[in-house]
């Protein structure tokens, strides 16, 4: 079972969720299977409303172990993931280094860094590397601050490069995970530099 909520966002998110608790299995399963199918072809945000209902849903689909079931066929070239079973939705975040890229059934790694195609781990870590240090400056010490004249600046300075890093990962990164991958979520925000997803104005690009 999930983790109670401890937050208010937490405590509104399972409220949303609450819709997809009262789906019996066979209807979940099929929800879960066709929502599969429209996000098919293409790289998604990850604040995209479709992308949130199907993150609820697939929580209460891994609590109740609903791809073990085989209830409903998941569309075609969505292949196992080795994690929990479900279908294969891979989530790139800034931290693929590390986590390589996230499952977003039960929010395990999916694909393990060093079994993301070859081609594209090199692209892959020269981003997250730009990344890291940009993100470290909104975790600066108070320390590190005080010694820094113009803190708001470099504040300002490492939301914009994040913002840049993040449409990258938009335009490129996605689009040549799609070429291994019948989908793809994107993480398009940073909330510790305060990037939000209309920062990410992929549609003026």
Sequence with gaps: MSDPPETDIEFLWQEYGRVFKNFDDLSLSRWLAQTLGQFKGSAWRYSHPLVGGYRLAAQVG?????????????????????????????????????????????????????????????????WAQKYSPIHDVAHWEEQQKRSTSEYDQAYEEAAQKAEQLLGLAATELSTALLEHYPSVIWEDQDECLEVRPEDIATWKR
């Design 62 to 126: 891994h609590d109740r172990q609903i791809w073990f079931k085989r209830l409903a066929t998941p569309p075609r070239d969505y292949v196992e993931s080795p994690c929990c079973r479900a279908p294969l939705l891979p989530l790139l975040t800034r931290d693929v280094l590390d986590s390589g890229l996230i499952c977003l059934h039960c929010t395990g790694s999916a694909v393990p860094f060093e079994d993301i195609p070859l081609e594209l781990q090199k692209p892959l870590q020269q």
